[in-house]
């Protein structure tokens, strides 16, 4: 992995993203840590053009989105019109929302739009991801979701969440092996056990998770973006992103 190829992912960073002035001030302070690139998710109303002009003002990329869920499923035409206006090639859909899990049917429908809407954005050169948490390990049929949902769902590629996919009960490293050829996107999440034992998120290389060996495995499976994301930070979002990527230059990038 290559410094190059780490992101931040800006949802991390929400709180601070409301405003075109603070996604400028926010990307700024983002690409001085040393970030060249961000998924872009979670931030308040802007123009495609306006956030391209800012990014491009910073040295920033825009390696991926996350689109809402409706109009991924709906509408896939906008979310290929959204990506081409911000020079990007990949999104993720980022939460199954209503769906419920318990329902073969309702399973199958959002497994058919996946592909319905991954075939779209392929036939426009682009790829649409799945971003998991751990609801999609629960089992049906005696098979996971989220295997059904990468087994029926072939044009469909994976941003698999370490984090999530711990909670899920699942091994990070095991899935990066299983997304062999379809692993664009990775969220590196760090998992922690806090002083009241309770499972939570922290810092890349401050919780348990063994990122040499993910990112080795996703490396193998053709990854091209490493997106460090923490869904909740104990202050400043960009502190704690600053963080996990002093730790993740320092020890796993090449040198």
Not at 128 to 136: I, K, P, Q
């Amino acid at each position: 992995m290559k410094v190059t190829q780490l992101a931040a992912q800006l949802y991390t960073c929400r709180d601070i993203l409301k405003t075109p002035a603070e996604i400028a001030t926010t990307l700024r302070r983002l690409r001085a840590v040393g970030y060249q690139a961000v998924q872009v998710s979670g931030m308040g109303p802007i123009a495609e053009d306006e956030l391209l002009r800012i990014l491009d003002g910073e040295g920033l990329v825009c390696c991926a989105t996350h689109e809402p869920g409706d109009k991924i499923l709906n509408d896939p035409q906008a979310v290929v019109e959204r990506l081409q206006k911000l020079r990007c090639g990949y999104t993720a859909f980022p939460h199954p929302g209503a769906v419920d899990f318990g329902n073969p049917d309702s399973v199958h429908t959002l497994i058919a739009g996946l592909e319905k809407s991954a075939t779209h954005l392929a036939n426009h050169g682009m790829v649409l991801c799945y971003h998991n948490h751990h609801n999609e390990f629960r089992k049906l049929d005696g098979r996971t979701i989220l295997e059904k949902i990468y087994a029926a769902a072939p044009h469909l590629q994976g941003e698999p969440d370490t984090f999530w996919v711990q909670y899920g009960g699942a091994d990070p490293v095991d899935w990066c092996e299983r997304l062999h050829g379809r692993l664009p996107l990775i969220h590196l999440k760090d998992f922690f056990v806090n002083h009241e034992n309770h499972s939570t998120f922290c810092e890349v290389g401050a919780g348990n998770l063994n990122f040499p060996r993910i990112i080795e495995a996703a490396e193998k499976s053709g990854c091209q973006w490493f997106i460090v994301e923490q869904d909740t930070t104990p202050g400043d979002p960009v502190d704690s992103l600053a963080q996990s990527f002093r730790y993740l230059a320092e020890t796993i990038c090449e040198k």
